[in-house]
């Protein structure tokens, strides 16, 4: 755990260095003027980043650099107000979908993880205002994905506050009011807390699928999931075991029970025929969307030796996706709690 408690102090100096001048200047743009472009974030904040180990912050850092110009009617809008909420009517800049894969059962520092690098204040920060975030469950209790909605929906609204990395957080209109944006961003962060508090008893739940294959192709299929490549980036990250298990394919069967994965090729040479395969292949269109893993290893691959990491590789590359991941921290603390039992 220890790399993110270096992010969190690299996080304060950031804010300490923005504050005493070398970033962000207190208070400015003081106004939005007439004729002004859209903007996008200093670059401080995430070349900083990006000199450091942590792949996660790496990954929402992208996306950083399109530009964004306020949305007054976005900025107005409440939790709930139909189908856009926080969202800019004409403009789509960036969609996270986060998928939580609960059907393996989590220990405690699982769940920690899940909320404290995920869904932490810190992290949401580098996202961009407008973006918007999505979570599902992949809960793996029948055999149909496309039943699953999300449990969270919303675009991040614009926070009013001087210490963001977004010049467009700091704008207040005549219009507007900087305790009223404030309140909004606080809200937006309460309603994000109250969606990663539902997996706080994934520790006592176990499914009888795990369909990821079928999650991801339902995200390029099902439009209200509004997951389209009008976004001007995705991204879509995994929190899972990888365990892909359902009627039509099983790495439980083919990775887990045999304690070495085949080669990608064999994988797929496994299906009785090429169409069953392809009928598992997500259509994303244009602007394919980046992959980031987080690698639940510790019960099936504690040594990464399997073979199951470069099975989804390869599989995100010839849909024309960039896979990047990170591991478990705590496989010694898991093992002791298996061990107990």
């Not at 467009?168 to 209109?173: A, E, G, L, S």
Request: with cysteine; hydrophobic share 30%.
């Amino acid at each position: 755990m220890s790399k993110y408690k270096n992010f969190i102090l690299s996080v304060f100096a950031l804010a300490f260095v923005y504050s005493c001048g070398g970033g962000v200047v207190e208070g400015e743009p003081k106004s939005w003027k007439n004729g002004d472009g859209p903007v996008a974030a200093e670059s401080a904040y995430c070349d900083a980043i990006n000199q450091g180990d942590q792949p996660y912050e790496k990954f929402l850092c992208m996306g950083s650099e399109v530009k964004r110009i306020p949305d007054l009617t976005a900025d107005k809008n409440k939790w709930g107000d139909g189908d856009l909420g926080w969202c800019p009517p004409q403009s789509k800049y960036g969609h996270y979908f986060v998928l939580v894969d609960s059907t393996e059962g989590y220990e405690e520092e699982q769940f920690a993880l899940l909320i404290n690098q995920m869904l932490a204040k810190q992290n949401l920060e580098i996202i961009g205002p407008y973006d918007k975030l999505s979570i599902i469950k992949i809960a793996g209790q029948d055999e149909q994905a496309v039943e699953l909605d999300p449990i969270f929906a919303q675009c991040k609204p614009r926070s009013g506050t001087n210490s963001s990395m977004y010049s467009i957080d700091r704008y207040v209109d005549r219009s507007s009011n900087k305790r009223a944006m404030e309140q909004t961003y606080n809200n937006y962060l309460t309603q994000v807390t109250e969606a990663g508090s539902q997996f706080s008893d994934l520790g006592e739940t176990t499914g009888t699928f795990s369909q990821i294959f079928e999650q991801i192709k339902e995200l390029g299929r099902k439009k209200t999931l509004d997951f389209g490549s009008n976004y001007a980036y995705r991204k879509i990250i995994i929190f899972s075991d990888l365990m892909q298990h359902s009627k039509t394919t099983s790495l439980i069967k083919d990775c887990r029970d045999k304690k070495k994965c085949p080669s990608y090729e064999e994988y797929k040479k496994t299906f009785a025929n090429e169409k069953d395969w392809e009928n598992l292949m997500p259509k994303f269109g244009i602007n394919k969307p980046d992959v980031f893993v987080y690698y639940l290893q510790c019960r099936h691959d504690q040594d990464l030796n399997i073979g199951l990491l470069e099975i989804w590789e390869q599989y995100f590359e010839e849909n024309g996706m960039n896979m990047s991941y990170d591991v478990e921290s705590s496989c010694e603390d898991i093992f002791k709690k298996v061990d107990q039992t």
